[in-house]
């Protein structure tokens, strides 16, 4: 087989519903075909090597990232969601290069010190249209992004940036042209971007899970409220000693996690089966997302959600770190709005094709920010550290 056969195959094998090459919706500037690539595989590709990509290593999930190198980071979560959604993709037969494209993607947009530091910009942009992670990361991939010299962002295939405007109000909806259109009219987006958005949150609740105990502010205790965790607990329980603490751990987040997944794919695949969309088309139209969990597992997936809010979200301790990223924000935000000589290349302000309000100048200076930058520069300006404070 030649190599470009090679990498037609896994192309060949997707069901009629997937997106493929014929049916996906192309590039906003035309380019040459790739030669061994298909093209889903060179839009993975250039997430993986685009800058906003590689500073996902230092912007906080949960924990900020200066609290210890064990924690997951926006970094390794998106990774991690990767995985889920490309085992999902494959055991359906839709298109897995794409689903990982907007997996990897998907919270490229996301500010410095996680929800804290969006609900801060969003505060600081609201005279100005509000600023949410979505919309940025769409943003990111579409604009801000400079690496070719024939247009501005990555000239991602219309089905990788639709799968990463996960959410959008239909007023900005209007704004941003036929990859918001499904907002308008109400229709769904590919089975590979409804995948990859159950793919962050089957990650997210069991990486926190772990990430939450190992920062001792879950507690087993906290844990065994949720049925699911309690039996997988008990039953690891009986094959081990105390010393294996850790291990029983792993072994239930490991199984928590098999049973979402396994249920998500067994349940998809009987709604395929049902519905049998014949195309991409069919799966838009319908008219709710054919990629979900049962009824019954999809109270456990709420309920492990709700605990996780309940007892790790709200607890003192990442409430404090949230205050901190707050005011961080808020500061860097009016300095710079003020001051908007302190900004590199502010000599770009209303000058760059499109970029043209110095809000959204300084927004997506700031959103770009890193943690451990946006607390230097933070900390350059005002001489105090937050994050310090007792
Ligand atoms: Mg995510």
């Given at each position: 087989?030649?190599?470009?056969?090679?990498?037609?195959?896994s192309e060949?094998?997707?069901?009629?519903?997937?997106?493929?090459?014929?049916?996906?919706?192309?590039?906003?500037?035309?380019?040459?075909?790739?030669?061994f690539?298909?093209?889903?595989?060179r839009?993975?590709?250039?997430?993986?090597?685009?800058?906003?990509?590689?500073?996902?290593?230092?912007?906080?999930q949960?924990?900020?990232?200066?609290?210890?190198?064990?924690?997951?980071?926006?970094?390794?979560?998106s990774?991690?969601?990767?995985?889920?959604?490309?085992?999902?993709?494959?055991?359906?037969?839709?298109?897995?290069?794409?689903?990982?494209?907007?997996?990897?993607?998907?919270?490229?947009?996301?500010?410095?010190?996680?929800?804290?530091?969006q609900?801060?910009l969003?505060?600081?942009?609201?005279?100005?249209?509000?600023?949410?992670?979505?919309?940025?990361?769409?943003?990111?991939?579409?604009?801000?992004?400079?690496r070719?010299?024939?247009?501005?962002?990555?000239?991602?295939?219309?089905?990788?940036?639709?799968?990463?405007?996960?959410?959008?109000?239909a007023?900005?909806?209007?704004?941003?042209?036929?990859?918001g259109?499904?907002?308008?009219?109400?229709?769904?987006?590919?089975?590979?971007?409804?995948?990859?958005?159950?793919?962050?949150?089957?990650?997210?609740?069991?990486?926190?899970v772990?990430?939450g105990?190992?920062?001792?502010?879950?507690?087993v205790?906290?844990?065994?409220?949720?049925p699911?965790?309690s039996?997988?607990?008990?039953?690891?329980?009986?094959r081990?000693?105390?010393?294996?603490?850790r291990?029983?751990?792993?072994?239930?987040?490991?199984?928590m996690?098999?049973?979402?997944v396994?249920?998500?794919?067994?349940?998809?695949?009987?709604?395929?089966?049902q519905f049998?969309p014949?195309?991409?088309?069919?799966?838009?139209?319908?008219?709710?997302?054919?990629?979900?969990?049962?009824?019954?597992?999809?109270?456990?997936?709420?309920?492990?959600?709700?605990?996780?809010?309940?007892?790790?979200?709200?607890?003192d301790?990442?409430?404090?770190?949230?205050?901190?990223?707050g005011?961080v924000?808020?500061?860097?935000?009016?300095?710079?709005?003020?001051?908007?000589?302190?900004?590199?290349?502010?000599?770009?302000?209303?000058?760059?094709?499109?970029?043209?309000?110095?809000?959204?100048?300084?927004?997506?200076?700031?959103?770009?920010?890193t943690?451990?930058?946006?607390m230097?520069?933070?900390?350059?300006i005002?001489?105090?550290?937050y994050?310090?404070?007792?």
């Amino acid at each position: 087989m030649s190599m470009l056969a090679e990498a037609r195959t896994s192309e060949n094998q997707l069901a009629s519903y997937a997106v493929n090459e014929q049916s996906a919706g192309g590039r906003q500037y035309e380019e040459r075909t790739p030669e061994f690539r298909s093209q889903f595989q060179r839009d993975r590709d250039r997430i993986v090597h685009c800058s906003a990509f590689r500073r996902l290593e230092y912007k906080t999930q949960v924990f900020v990232n200066h609290e210890g190198d064990m924690f997951r980071t926006r970094l390794t979560h998106s990774l991690e969601v990767a995985q889920i959604a490309r085992t999902v993709a494959r055991a359906l037969a839709i298109n897995e290069d794409l689903t990982e494209t907007i997996a990897l993607a998907h919270d490229l947009g996301h500010t410095p010190f996680g929800h804290a530091g969006q609900q801060a910009l969003n505060t600081c942009m609201k005279d100005f249209g509000g600023f949410e992670h979505n919309r940025q990361s769409l943003r990111i991939v579409e604009y801000l992004e400079e690496r070719y010299f024939e247009f501005r962002g990555l000239n991602l295939l219309f089905d990788s940036r639709e799968g990463i405007l996960k959410h959008c109000s239909a007023e900005h909806a209007q704004k941003l042209g036929p990859v918001g259109q499904r907002f308008l009219n109400n229709t769904q987006p590919s089975l590979e971007a409804q995948l990859a958005n159950l793919a962050d949150e089957i990650a997210y609740n069991h990486h926190d899970v772990d990430d939450g105990l190992r920062a001792n502010l879950l507690t087993v205790e906290h844990l065994l409220e949720h049925p699911l965790f309690s039996n997988l607990y008990a039953s690891a329980k009986k094959r081990t000693n105390e010393a294996d603490s850790r291990r029983v751990i792993y072994y239930v987040i490991r199984e928590m996690m098999n049973h979402f997944v396994v249920d998500l794919i067994k349940t998809s695949k009987n709604r395929l089966e049902q519905f049998a969309p014949g195309s991409v088309g069919d799966v838009r139209a319908h008219g709710a997302p054919l990629i979900g969990f049962s009824e019954s597992v999809d109270k456990e997936h709420l309920a492990l959600k709700q605990l996780l809010r309940r007892e790790l979200y709200h607890h003192d301790n990442v409430l404090k770190n949230v205050r901190s990223a707050g005011r961080v924000v808020n500061e860097l935000f009016a300095t710079f709005i003020q001051n908007p000589e302190l900004l590199p290349d502010h000599h770009l302000i209303g000058n760059d094709d499109g970029c043209s309000s110095v809000a959204e100048f300084v927004a997506d200076y700031v959103a770009g920010m890193t943690d451990r930058f946006a607390m230097a520069e933070h900390q350059r300006i005002f001489q105090i550290n937050y994050f310090a404070e007792p």
